[in-house]
């Protein structure tokens, strides 16, 4: 399976060229049984990830494109009722949204009201949705990538911190390298589909595999000094929750999984830890003006600046 693994990761350096990392955490997003979330200016192939990374896995995908007027209905799905139908228990039919896909795309998630945000929570966290009463399955494997235009711009309503605690994992693609760029404005055929590698069973293996990967109560104790140092220091505006921790120790073990070892060690805490904690220790943006203006850059060094005060050998 890591073999398969690795021809992924080339597949997707072709559509995504100089940025060998953050495809590797999209990659362990997927792994871990997460949801990504991509803050990014406009432009910087954000839904070209995504789209790649169903193709690759062969998964069923959607885009959703979030706007100011986009009802929870328009995603989730509606019940249609039918006049004409004699039998009562025909008269209504469920019709599925977009939100019902393996791979969804929430595009420009923070352009919606906080109405049709709130929609996805239980579908990221319970792999279901209710209508009417009643409660719908999602496919599996489930998997939400939203993009997220910076809080700057104007249009946009900031995720709440509950929302963004069910994110698995924020990163950032931003601009690429000089030669990176130069590769890309030479390719042909940029709109090719790429060739599907994996299937959901093969998906579901590597996600069961993840699972079975050894962790010591040394890397354990390490995940909860790096959690409870956020919460007994007072530069952090927000606190790590349980939902973090578990969210170390998951994406921890997607990492060694994919760098090809079946044990976890202090440097795959490290590799995945700023795009697991950067979005939950960034403040409210209620609190104050400062919180407000603070960006994802900002989020990620006050979570490189936690990582740095934990020695993993102290720890």
Request: with cysteine; charged share 20%; net charge negative.
């Amino acid at each position: 399976m890591r073999q398969e693994l690795k021809k992924v990761q080339q597949a997707l350096n072709q559509k995504i060229i100089g940025k060998d990392h953050q495809l590797t955490l999209a990659i362990t997003c997927l792994l871990a049984n997460g949801h990504l979330l991509i803050e990014d200016l406009p432009g910087m192939g954000k839904t070209t990830l995504s789209h790649a990374l169903s193709q690759v896995f062969g998964l069923q995908y959607s885009r959703i494109q979030f706007t100011s007027d986009l009802l929870p209905s328009d995603m989730l799905g509606v019940n249609i009722f039918h006049s004409h139908e004699q039998d009562e228990t025909k008269r209504f039919s469920f019709r599925h949204g977009p939100i019902f896909s393996q791979v969804v795309l929430a595009d420009e998630l923070n352009r919606a009201s906080p109405k049709t945000q709130s929609a996805l929570l239980e579908a990221m966290e319970e792999r279901q949705v209710s209508i009417d009463g009643t409660t719908h399955a999602l496919p599996t494997p489930f998997f939400v990538i939203a993009t997220q235009n910076p809080s700057s711009q104007s249009g946009t309503y900031p995720l709440p911190e509950s929302q963004l605690d069910r994110f698995f994992m924020r990163i950032s693609l931003g601009y690429p390298a000089w030669e990176a760029e130069k590769a890309m404005l030479l390719q042909k055929d940029v709109s090719a589909p790429l060739a599907q590698i994996l299937n959901e069973e093969d998906l579901d293996q590597m996600q069961q595999a993840v699972t079975r990967i050894h962790t010591s109560d040394a890397i354990i104790h390490y995940i909860l000094r790096l959690v409870s140092e956020s919460r007994e220091s007072n530069e952090y505006p927000n606190l790590l929750s349980p939902r973090a921790s578990r969210a170390l120790l998951q994406g921890a073990k997607a990492w060694a999984f994919v760098t090809g070892r079946d044990y976890v060690t202090p440097e795959d805490v490290q590799a995945v830890f700023v795009a697991i904690t950067a979005h939950r220790l960034t403040a409210p943006a209620h609190q104050s003006t400062h919180s407000m203006q603070m960006s994802a850059f900002d989020g990620e060094k006050l979570s490189q600046k936690l990582l740095d005060s934990v020695d993993p050998l102290a720890a």
